[in-house]
């Protein structure tokens, strides 16, 4: 070969990858434009019509509440959804998503209320029609604001026709299961201890309670023995303790444990002159007798004067502490019994418990059971009552102290508030500190503390026996053996909860939400009429909530019923049973025909095992029988970076809108597939940072697909399977065990374990291997040789299968890289993915070629020292040696070369990889050097041969 030869410039002779596709990715500015086009196709609509007549796959979406922008746990569980239906839609089902939004109820009355006071307006002032408008219109705001976040996240999602609990068709629909309960006479009127909101002034269920930590005043309280079956009783006090102050005024009765061992205790002080009283407390409870003695006098004691069990305490009688400072109310001078109570424990306190039926769930219960009633002491604003003899008050005490305050008032509790003084008065105020940390509960919407008040409400029994057999919780703890639950935690979180629940208190003393349309007799029953319920059915189904009021009342009652007999009841239902019943309307109405009833998934964060699970497995058992889901599937809450609670008081929230302006939609998508979401997750700047370096190697991956298949012809080019060289055959391997263990992933919905397959065959299975291997025969093989062909075909092939894989969690990207190379083809997300041929798995291959990437990496990791001292600039340079032991069967030395990437491979006998520098020249194209190149810039054999028919074809 001459110099001129030596000395050309070959770069145009070399197959370079070719593509328009940026390695800069712009989502936040790219996204929208592809959005609008998917809009502008109706790609969802188009997606129903050829997945039509398939198998089909129901995520029922659970309804977010329409009151405020969307947060990163909304976003997270929202492309969880997103993800479920994609991936079911790729295996070819037709899985339709329509999504909803909860529209009633007190937190979008509660703004609403917001905006009054602000302009000092009383929502009691304003015509009831009037205000629910104003909270329809607020939530209709919310949901087209939401609705618009929900799209940019790149969600397909039937967003033109979501379900609302506010549409007529909705309401009716509510109020229709509801008349199943009132003709089945499934539910009842009774008086209970409630969650309470002294500041919304209605009940609560336990899902819209948060808990928080406080500190509380303890006090011990001392209630004079009168009466007792154990003589040397009567005179000593029995002694309470607390946390609690105010409701000590209602206390109606004592409760003991019958098995708890108790002490009568003598107390003593010499610095007081001796006795100090004598106090019946648990034996094991004395740690805390002496402490409050103490409290006495510095010097107290106490003595253990007898001992007895709680069971010889029946019969007992005590006088409230205050009856003498409330001579003349029959209420307190009649004596409080001490009852037996199996709830009673000496963990805490003294052994003994007050028990007032009008603020607690086990004090109701056991004071029932004597007869003893509540006296609703407390308003719905928290205060006592006006005409309760002194602490309804409006005047002033003589020590100046207001006694007329709300019960929930730190001060009215305090050590030296109207309680607590007025125990000391009586003398019966042992100790009382305002030390006591404890967990509270709070209205997750005010934010305030709630309190248990006894009210009259409207109740599901879940223990009364149902017509076809069996009670409400007997049905739904069955159908929760049958349910799956994801992860399998939730069955016993849910069942625990269920096992436990009291009755379902339906009812709430509100505005804006569906009425309880019933009519009620004087003696307290309701009728249960099929054709009144029919007439109020489709009277709101023509006007909404605002049908049932009262000039209507005889329209409804008809002309068999006498309207004068019936009261009309005011309270709206919870919106627990709203939501509880939207599986009837999606899925079982026929406005969307796509859905069908019972759903395949319900997806939720975990918090709803308390909700929307359960209002919905309650209902659906009581009407149908059997749960509306098959599966279960919670996700845990997302967390700050440094694990804490997100709080927008400590300036440590990610708001999701913040962040696809910042990164794009496909980054959050990303973040949100590739945590753990079974468990409480992290998101910050730091964890977006690394998100976003992992989806610029798969970006990096499909743009190196891209340029490689340019100008690629399947007809020409292909070349099947089975005539490949083992590595593009091992390639397939790899990807047919991918395709596998993807399927598994969106079986198990384990959609981050999906998110790192994905992500670690791109990178070490394709960039790392394939692609760092086969860049010298695509780049300088002859573009007909059968081993160029056989690179560009299995390139195809993972490209096909990988930008389907990619296609739900990167919806945005995917469908660039689909358009880049098939402008013509429409979009990718109505693909469906491939079936991968089953020979492609090849055990034996698998096998050879593990082990020859584990030599590969011994390899590389021996050239390392080398190049770091700049002996070798590349792999290229270097001849290796290695184990004969080591390298499997069947690869020549010139195969491992190529393998390695290496100037040359040889075999000896040992263990150790070494590595020496190559003498040989480099070839001018290729730039490998062998020892056919006769001087550095002359060409290899293969490259001369190229070359030369590129010459004679120009």
Known sequence: M??????????????????????????????????????????????RETRK????????????????????????????????VRTQSALGKDAPFVPGWDCHGLPIEWKVEEQYRKKKRNKDEVPPAEFRAECREYAAHWVDVQREQLKRLGLMADFDHPYLTMDFDSEATIVGELMKFVEAGNIYRGAKPVMWSPVEKTALAEAEVEYEDITSTQIDVAFEIVESPIPELVGA???????????????????????????????????????????????????????????????????????????????????????????????????????????????????????????????FALCRTAGLEPVFAVMDDGRYRDDWPWLGADDLDTDGKERRRAVINPNFNAPDGPICSDLADAGALLSASADYKHSYPHSWRSKAKVIYRCTPQWFVPMDRELDGGGTLRGRALAEIDRVDFVPPRGENRLRSMLEGRPDWVLSRQRAWGVPITLFVRADGSYLQDPAVNARVVDAVRAEGVDAWREDRKGEFLGSDHDPAEFEMVSDILDVWFDSGCTHVFTLESGRWPEQR??????????????????????????????????????????????????????????NPLTVMEQYGADIVRLWALSVDFTEDHRIGDEILKGVGDQYRKLRN??????????????????????????????????????????????????????????????????????????????????????????????????????????????????????????????????????????????????????????????????????????????????????????????????????????????????????????????????????????????????????????????
Not at 635 to 641: E, K, L, R
Not at 877 to 896: C, I, N, S, Y
């Open 597 to 654: 009833w019972p759903a395949d998934l319900y997806l939720e964060g975990s918090d709803q095992h308390r909700g929307w699970f359960q209002s919905s497995l309650l209902e659906s058992c009581a009407t149908r029988g059997r749960a509306p889901y098959d599966q279960v599937l919670t996700h845990g809450f997302t967390m700050a970076a440094d694990g804490r609670k997100m709080s927008k008081s400590l300036g440590n929230t990610v």
């Open 53 to 84: 007549g398939r198998e089909k796959f129901i995520l029922h979406d659970g309804p977010p509440y329409a009151n405020g922008d969307m947060h990163i746990g909304h976003a997270l569980n929202r492309i969880l959804k997103d993800m479920v």
């Open 237 to 363: 006090h029995a002694v309470i303790w607390t946390t609690t102050p105010w409701t000590i005024p209602v206390n109606q009765a004592l409760a003991y444990g019958p098995d708890v061992q108790y002490v009568l205790l003598d107390a003593f002080s010499d610095d007081l002159g001796g006795t100090l009283g004598r106090y019946v407390v648990a034996e094991a409870c004395i740690p805390h007798a002496e402490k409050f003695v103490k409290n006495q006098a510095e010097d107290g004691r106490v003595e253990v004067r007898s001992r007895f069990s709680g069971a010889d305490l029946e019969g007992s009688l005590a006088r409230h502490p205050m009856h003498n400072l409330q001579a003349q109310s029959d209420f307190y001078r009649r004596p409080r019994p001490l009852l037996a109570g199996d709830f009673v424990t000496t963990d805490s306190g003294t052994g003994l418990v007050h028990m007032a039926p009008d603020h607690g769930e086990d004090d």
């Open 701 to 954: 991956t499909f743009r190196y697909l891209l340029g490689a298949l340019g100008g690629f012809d399947y007809e020409a080019e292909a070349v099947d399977p089975a005539d490949m060289p083992e590595l593009e055959r091992y390639v397939l391997d790899r990807l047919a065990r991918l395709d596998a263990h993807l399927r598994h992933c969106i079986a198990a919905y384990d959609f981050d374990a999906y998110v790192r397959a994905l992500v670690d065959f791109a990178n070490e299975d394709l960039s790392a291997f394939f692609f760092d291997i086969r860049k010298d025969r695509l780049y300088c093989d002859a573009p007909g040789s059968l081993e160029r062909r056989a690179t560009r075909t299995a390139f195809d092939i993972v490209f096909q299968a990988l930008v389907r894989y990619a296609a739900p969690v990167l919806v945005f990207t995917a469908e660039e890289v689909w358009n880049t190379r098939f402008p013509d083809r429409g979009s990718i997300h109505l693909e469906e993915w491939h079936p991968i041929p089953a020979d492609w798995q090849d055990d034996a291959l698998a096998q050879k070629f593990a082990a020859l990437r584990d030599l590969r990496e011994d390899v590389m990791e021996a050239i390392e020292p080398l190049r770091r001292e700049k002996t070798i600039r590349s792999g290229l340079e270097a001849e290796v040696t290695v184990p004969a032991g080591a390298v499997p069967d069947g690869f020549t030395d010139e195969q491992l070369a190529e393998l390695f990437i290496t100037a040359s491979v040889a075999r000896e006998q040992g263990e150790a990889v070494s590595v020496t520098p190559t003498d040989n020249a480099k070839c001018g194209r290729c730039w490998r050097l062998l020892p056919e190149v006769p001087q550095d810039g002359a060409l290899c054999d293969r490259c001369e041969s190229v070359v030369a028919g590129m010459d004679a074809a120009s």
């Open 2 to 47: 001459s110099d001129d030869q030596a000395q050309r410039d070959y770069r145009d002779t070399v197959f370079l990858p070719k593509t328009d596709f940026p390695m800069k990715a712009g989502l936040p500015q790219k996204e929208p434009g592809i959005l609008a086009r998917w809009q502008q196709e109706k790609l969802y609509e188009r997606l």
